[in-house]
């Protein structure tokens, strides 16, 4: 038995429906209950709320979850391998255990929450986490209908979320994250910790929605941060060509010198170029 519940250890459960990790759906299952419970503890007081995990897998977090106290864990799994171990957790707590088959890529939980707001708690597979990240980002309306998202991602990943102006890691991602939420890295997890062990580090990001974001035209937020980072070794005046508007007057809404490179332009730079860009292209469409 574990130390958070009565269920049979994590690799029992593996070995006896068979769940060898497929690298094909990016698995690398964490055993550790002890550090599943440390990321299900990141979210926050657990008492009563809703949550949502992608990739479940044999249910080491979705474990911690359920004992830490939250009311209703709606997993998405798209291997159904993976069904029957989550069963087997979910007749341990009756009617606290959504179990959805599908491809999280595709699947929207909103019409399962209704007025509810949810958590993203999840060990994402590593070949669909940062799609799933920009995904949530770019949610329509906003505020969305998460209240956090606590996610863990290869190391490097996790840099590029919460990097900020003349940090290397600094680009398109950084721009988009830091923009509508709050980010954080909290902690990492050795290779070690994982079967089958990754080659890289991996890292724990809280992601909190920022209840009123600079306003911005998101569409041209992306497409500004695309240009600039494109050609990030160039200036300014140089990369924001693309776009088919005069770079400077770009920058100088930005209130930044054209010569600058992308990485040494502030969040709220970003937004004002963007702005300006929707403002260009509207006085445009209108005239």
């Known amino acids: 038995m574990s130390g958070i519940d009565d269920l049979p250890p994590l690799r029992d459960v593996i070995k006896r429906h068979d769940l060898a990790a497929k690298k094909s759906l990016g698995q690398n299952f964490l055993l550790d209950l002890n550090l599943t419970s440390r990321i299900a503890r990141a979210a926050g007081p657990l008492d009563g709320t809703t949550v949502?995990?992608?990739?479940p897998g044999p249910g080491g977090l979705t474990r911690a979850l359920l004992a830490g106290g939250v009311r209703r864990v709606i997993a998405i799994e798209r291997d159904e391998?993976?069904?029957g171990a989550l069963e087997e957790i979910a007749a341990h707590y009756p009617g606290r255990l959504d179990i959805v088959c599908a491809d999280a890529m595709e699947f929207d939980p909103r019409p399962m929450l209704g007025d509810t707001r949810a958590r993203i708690v999840a060990n994402l597979p590593y070949n669909i986490a940062t799609l799933l990240l920009i995904g949530w980002l770019c949610a329509e309306p906003w505020p969305p209908w998460y209240e956090m998202m606590v996610l863990m991602f290869q190391r490097e990943v996790a840099q590029r979320i919460v990097a900020r102006e003349n940090d290397d890691a600094f680009g398109r991602l950084a721009v988009l994250s830091n923009w509508r939420c709050e980010t954080s890295m909290l902690f990492d997890?050795?290779?070690?910790?994982?079967?089958?062990?990754?080659?890289?580090?991996?890292?724990v990001v809280r992601l909190t929605p920022r209840v009123a974001p600079e306003p911005c035209d998101r569409a041209a937020l992306e497409q500004v941060a695309a240009a600039a980072f494109g050609q990030r070794r160039k200036m300014l005046r140089q990369s924001l060509k693309s776009l088919g508007v005069d770079p400077a007057r770009l920058a100088a809404a930005a209130g930044v010198d054209p010569t600058r490179r992308a990485e040494t332009v502030p969040v709220s730079?970003?937004?004002?170029?963007?702005n300006e860009l929707a403002d260009i292209r509207n006085?445009?469409?209108t005239s």
């Open 52 to 55: 949502i995990e992608i990739g």
């Open 189 to 203: 997890i050795a290779p070690s910790a994982f079967v089958p062990q990754p080659k890289v580090t991996s890292t």
């Open 81 to 83: 391998r993976a069904l």
């Open 283 to 285: 006085h445009k469409n």
């Open 269 to 274: 730079g970003f937004v004002a170029m963007a």
